[in-house]
């Protein structure tokens, strides 16, 4: 079954250190590959996005993911938390036989100490 | 331009009742999906419209419903509620139905059944 894995359900990191949220999906046919982030309260907004063009993609508030398709892998990264980035963060799958369909991974809860 | 909106915010049912939900897509945008959200399933599929026309549907029992007008808005309807239906309710926008289009999400109608 086509589907997505975030490994880490809750991850904590001190303000300024690095971020690395962990994803990997099922490689049954080439994907489109996005990060969406969710507030509190608040609904998804698209961080960034994997499209077959650039292996690297950056997106917004600083945030990128690099395409692994040996390692079936789309890990998010960032070089320095902030507090606002806390919030829970959804790697998101589309395979191109399914239309719009959305397959969402579980979700991983990013907490920034200060 | 005005995002994606979700009419009501939030709404209180009783088991048994029915419901309907509605979304604004962004101007220009003909594809419409809706996804469940709940703290045990995560975010899950239920359908995507394109152009009044359902295009696909995830894996939800008949009692979910929608349908599409020929503005692009969407309505959904939740017959028979059951206390399991309590959730959140997210609809997305794109402007057309493909694997690399991005969806934009409103910020989602809260349901709870009681």
């Known amino acids: 079954a086509q589907s997505v894995t975030q490994l880490d359900s809750h991850v904590s990191v001190s303000e300024g250190t690095p971020v690395l949220l962990r994803c990997n999906y099922s490689?049954?046919?080439?994907?489109?590959l996005f990060w969406y982030v969710q507030h509190p309260n608040k609904g998804l907004q698209l961080l960034l996005k994997y499209t077959s063009a650039a292996t690297l993609v950056k997106g917004i508030n600083g945030f990128e993911a690099e395409f692994k398709k040996s390692e079936t892998s789309f890990h998010l990264t960032k070089p320095s938390a902030h507090m606002s980035d806390a919030a829970e963060y959804f790697c998101v799958v589309r395979y191109y036989n399914q239309g719009g369909k959305l397959i969402f991974g579980q979700g991983t809860e990013l907490s920034v100490k200060p | 331009k005005a995002g994606v909106t979700q009419t009501p915010r939030y709404l209180i049912k009783t088991r048994g009742q029915q419901v309907t939900l509605s979304c604004s897509p962004i101007?220009?945008?003909?594809?419409v999906s809706w996804y469940q959200q709940t703290p045990g399933q995560g975010l899950q599929f239920l359908f995507e419209y394109f152009s009044e026309t359902q295009r696909n549907k995830g894996n939800f029992p008949g009692r979910f419903s929608g349908r599409q007008f020929s503005n692009s808005r969407s309505e959904m309807n939740v017959s028979t509620l059951e206390l399991g239906d309590s959730a959140l309710y997210l609809c997305a926008s794109s402007s057309v139905t493909g694997v690399q289009e991005t969806q934009y999400f409103g910020p989602g109608t809260r349901l709870l059944v009681l």
């Open positions: 490689s049954s046919y080439s994907p489109s």
């Open positions: 101007s220009g945008h003909r594809s």
